[in-house]
T-cell receptor
Framework: DTEVTQTPKHLVMGMTNKKSLKCEQH?????MYWYKQKAKKPPELMFV???????INESVPSRFSPECPNSSLLNLHLHALQPEDSALYLCASTPGEGNTIYFGEGSWLTVV | EDQVTQSPEALRLQEGESSSLNCSYTVSGLRGLFWYRQDPGKGPEFLFTLYSAGEEKEKERLKATLTKKESFLHITAPKPEDSATYLCAVQAAQAGTALIFGKGTTLSVSS
């Protein structure tokens, strides 16, 4: 089983709303990621968690707040987003360096 | 600077017309090169991981190869269901586990 599950699949939020994206994997992977993907562009790295600790933050604005409650769960808290933040948000996980990184189906976010 | 370049950006093939997609890379210490397939509106689906020059992997109509500077994804006798964007990514020694993606090749196969 190489499944990374993301919820919700679609989210529409206003610029003053607070919402969260959730990601879950039960493969025992120790590294988890958030990527952002705009149309016709490759995924862009946002955050990396390794052993439940934030190891990489690619200068992401503070209106995006990641959280890793345990080794199986990864959240992305959203607050005061802008319309240009509308994109496909991808979660991924891997057992470690040099190993395959598996992606979820993504959460489509629309900011209105 | 670590970099991944894919070509062509777009490729149109007739069903059964074999071709290759290219991924050239410049990284300081390659930990792995990954190929993914992505359908519109969905997350990338893992295809292959290659670790060292000379390595080859196959899956159905797809075959991935690796040299010290580039990788090729060969598509033999493609079918319309092979239409997708194919992404190449590398994991570099100094970047931890994060992937560096190319811009992708969008393949369209018509019957």
């Amino acid at each position: 089983d190489t499944e990374v599950t993301q919820t919700p699949k679609h989210l529409v939020m206003g610029m003053t709303n607070k919402k969260s994206l959730k990601c879950e994997q039960h493969m025992g992977h120790r590294a988890m990621y958030w990527y952002k993907q705009k149309a016709k562009k490759p995924p862009e790295l946002m955050f990396v968690y390794s052993y439940e600790k934030l190891s990489i933050n690619e200068s992401v604005p503070s209106r995006f707040s990641p959280e890793c409650p345990n080794s199986s769960l990864l959240n992305l808290h959203l607050h005061a987003l802008q319309p240009e933040d509308s994109a496909l948000y991808l979660c991924a996980s891997t057992p470690g360096e040099g190993n395959t990184i598996y992606f979820g189906e993504g959460s489509w976010l629309t900011v209105v | 600077e670590d970099q991944v370049t894919q070509s062509p950006e777009a490729l149109r093939l007739q069903e059964g017309e074999s071709s290759s997609l290219n991924c050239s890379y410049t990284v300081s210490g390659l930990r792995g090169l990954f190929w993914y397939r992505q359908d519109p509106g969905k997350g990338p689906e893992f295809l292959f991981t290659l670790y060292s020059a000379g390595e080859e992997k196959e899956k159905e109509r797809l075959k991935a190869t690796l040299t010290k500077k580039e990788s090729f994804l060969h598509i033999t006798a493609p079918k319309p269901e092979d239409s997708a964007t194919y992404l190449c990514a590398v994991q570099a020694a100094q970047a931890g586990t994060a992937l560096i993606f190319g811009k992708g090749t969008t393949l369209s196969v018509s019957s």
